[in-house]
């Protein structure tokens, strides 16, 4: 069974460009989640996906956006960046929000200069 | 406040003894769940245990196994037999229970324990 699969691994941007990044589910999980990871701030959650609804959104700014796909995969995008939005950003996925089993991808490192 | 404490921001343990990372919570909700993920240099998180708050019985997985002590809201991870490949960071979190208008599935995290195996 595949694991959960992030796109790109690594992204270098400029300031004030935009970024789309990808996360594919387990096979058969419908609830994605994002998390944005930083040494200052540790992890933080971004918002949460079920069945292409946003159940939960973060305290980021509305700079960050998200959606899901009727096949469950979701992506996140991120508008006129920032330097602090220099950061690894994390997907999970859950068979539903209130499951036992919360899997991570292995991140997508970005940087902004 | 925060939710999720751990107190030992790095550990040192010699190979093949066992270490107890810390962990306590704090939450309103009757129902809820506990995370530990393993965070090595590479940035991937992995899944270890998991504990939901109406368990009877501490979780155990493999070498892993989760302290859960409701009263006290603490969830602690003891690793047995540690190995020089379980140098890492290691997260707890917490998923709290439903709110009015339906569950809340993000994941709260602590800031981590840097645990390093010593040879």
């Known amino acids: 069974k595949a694991g959960v699969t992030q796109t790109p691994r690594y992204l270098i941007k400029t300031r004030g460009q935009q970024v789309t990044l990808s996360c594919s589910p387990i096979s058969g999980h419908r609830s994605v989640s994002w998390y944005q990871q930083t040494p200052g701030q540790g992890l933080q959650f971004l918002f949460e996906y079920f069945s292409e609804t946003q159940r939960n959104k973060g305290n980021f700014p509305g700079r960050f956006s998200g959606r899901q796909f009727s096949n469950s995969r979701s992506e996140m995008n991120v508008s006129t960046l920032e330097l602090g939005d220099s950061a690894l950003y994390l997907c999970?996925?859950?068979?539903?929000?209130?499951?036992?089993?919360?899997?991570f991808g292995q991140g997508t490192r970005l940087t902004v200069v | 406040a925060q939710k999720i404490t751990q107190t030992q921001p790095g550990m040192f343990v010699q190979e093949k003894e066992a270490v107890t990372l810390d962990c306590t919570y704090d939450t309103s909700d009757q129902s809820y769940g506990l995370f530990w993920y393993k965070q090595p240099s590479s940035g991937e998180m992995i899944f270890l245990i998991y504990q939901g708050s109406y368990d009877e019985q501490n979780a155990t997985e493999g070498r892993y196994s989760l302290n859960f002590q409701k009263a006290r809201k603490s969830a602690n991870l003891v690793i047995s037999a540690s190995q020089l490949g379980d140098s890492a960071m290691y997260f707890c979190a917490m998923r709290e229970g439903r709110s009015y208008g339906g569950s809340q599935g993000n994941l709260i995290f602590g800031k981590g324990t840097k645990l390093s195996v010593k040879p």
């Open positions: 999970a996925s859950s068979f539903s929000p209130e499951g036992s089993g919360a899997f």
